[in-house]
Every structure is written in C-alpha cells, then in structure tokens.
C-alpha cells in the first residue's frame, strides 16, 4: 500500500485547510485510516482516526470541534478538514492506513503504512 499526503501550507490563524491523502496498491485490505502530526522537537501525534464504514471517528482533544476526519473509498482517500487552526496545530501531518480489523486506531503502532507527510505551518 502507498500512501499519498497532500493539501499542506502557510495559512493565517482562524484559516482552513483540508488534506488528502489517496491510497493505491492493496487498498480493498485497507480498514482504519488515520492522521497523526509531528511539530518540531516533539514526538508523532494522534490526530484524528476513521474506521472502513465511517462508524467510528476518534479525534485527539486539541482538535476535537475544529477538524473533520472523512474518507470517500471509491476514490480510496481519506480527508482531513482542519478549521479554526491555531499556531500550535503548525506541525508535519501524515497520514497512515492498516488492514488490521479490531485495531486501536489512536496508536502509532497500529498501522503499517504511512505516508510522507504534508506541512502545515499556521502564521500568528
């Protein structure tokens, strides 16, 4: 499977931004997809994190109310909708996949495939 990130860039406080990330090979294996973001000198981050059928949607508390997380699987990409963004939320955002069924889709470990990430960079 590889993973395909795009969408990143310089926007001002209060903007939006949505990132894609589009997947090709062994994508009908594919169930969770997830975003994770990494600033500088800190450590990956969950993000936001959607389930094959779209029944479940965790988001990490930081961006809870301001990011969406959706996925189209016929055109096998997943989405990021980011609002309101916020200085802090500047960081490398990848996205990853897994085929694994019942996985904890908030955890690093749990996907095998990452993409190569997209900047986001929010101006004050």
């Known amino acids: 499977v590889q993973l395909q990130a795009s969408g990143g860039g310089l926007v001002q406080a209060g903007g939006s931004l949505r990132l894609s990330c589009a997947a090709s090979g062994r994508t009908l294996s594919l169930h969770g997809m997830g975003w994770f973001r990494q600033a500088p000198g800190k450590a990956r981050e969950f993000v936001a994190a959607i389930s094959r059928n779209d029944d479940y949607t965790p988001y990490a508390d930081s961006v809870k109310g301001r990011f969406t997380i959706s996925r189209d699987n016929a055109k096998n990409t997943v989405y990021l909708q980011m609002n309101s963004l916020k200085p802090e939320d500047t960081a490398v955002y990848y996205c990853?996949?897994?085929?694994?069924?019942?996985?904890?889709?908030?955890?690093?470990?749990?996907?095998?495939?990452w993409g190569q990430g997209t900047l986001v960079t929010v101006s004050s």
């Open positions: 990853a996949a897994t085929d694994k069924m019942w996985a904890l889709l908030i955890r690093t470990d749990t996907y095998p495939w």
